[in-house]
Antibody
Framework: EVQLVESGGVVVQPGGSLRLSCAASGFTFDDYTMHWVRQAPGKGLEWVSLISWDGGSTYYADSVKGRFTISRDNSKNSLYLQMNSLRTEDTALYYC???????????????WGQGTLVTVSS | DIQMTQSPSSLSASVGDRVTITCRASQSISSYLNWYQQKPGKAPKLLIYAASSLQSGVPSRFSGSGSGTDFTLTISSLQPEDFATYYCQQSYTPFTFGPGTKVDIK
């Protein structure tokens, strides 16, 4: 059974830093691109970042570029999100999600974790 | 960046109703369009991928259509468990979500 378990969400002051983790199991972790998606309280879904299977390619939403860094440790089946210079608007439930690729260039998220809550507040 | 819009933002419907939700992309995304369902306190669940392909295990009352910039999610006969928020997502580049459509009980 595929499981994604996020951790690391806490209350942090504006300007602070935080590292989120996502522990993966039930599939061959280093075969898949992984993503972070967030959802502010009562709001919609926002894609945040992705990392390729080997960590060689990373992409970020404009809203977090230069402040967040995605990484992975395939030996530990783990995904990370280093969040620096946090702002109140970064307050959200952060999900990790597994990507599934179909045909040549189609993608969707087939598994999601339950999320970890990050609150940025003074 | 590709922007996604959805309409309506919310709707009220009754069990048994046919429900249609529209999603529009700011530029052509071919058929790289997915639909997710999210219930309160739960992670999103994939319903439709590639605009019209039903994900395994999803009831056949859900269907998707469209290509290019205009897409539709249809629930042929709304069931009690279908009251939720629905999001479209483009996977052309990179992975923008629509703002969501909340379906609640009339």
């Amino acid at each position: 059974e595929v499981q994604l378990v996020e951790s690391g969400g806490v209350v942090v002051q504006p300007g602070g830093s935080l590292r989120l983790s996502c522990a993966a199991s039930g599939f061959t972790f280093d075969d898949y691109t992984m993503h972070w998606v967030r959802q502010a309280p009562g709001k919609g879904l926002e894609w945040v970042s992705l990392i390729s299977w080997d960590g060689g390619s990373t992409y970020y939403a404009d809203s977090v570029k230069g402040r967040f860094t995605i990484s992975r440790d395939n030996s530990k089946n783990s995904l990370y999100l280093q969040m620096n210079s946090l702002r109140t608007e970064d307050t959200a439930l952060y999900y990790c999600a597994k990507e599934y690729k179909y045909l040549d260039s189609g993608y969707y998220f087939d598994y999601w974790g339950q999320g970890t809550l990050v609150t940025v507040s003074s | 960046d590709i922007q996604m819009t959805q309409s309506p933002s919310s709707l009220s419907a009754s069990v048994g109703d046919r429900v249609t939700i529209t999603c529009r992309a700011s530029q052509s995304i071919s058929s790289y369009l997915n639909w997710y369902q999210q219930k309160p306190g739960k992670a999103p669940k994939l319903l439709i991928y590639a605009a019209s392909s039903l994900q395994s295990g999803v009831p056949s009352r859900f269907s998707g259509s469209g290509s290019g910039t205009d897409f539709t999610l249809t629930i042929s006969s709304l069931q009690p468990e279908d009251f939720a928020t629905y999001y479209c997502q483009q996977s052309y580049t990179p992975f923008t979500f629509g703002p969501g459509t909340k379906v609640d009980i009339k």
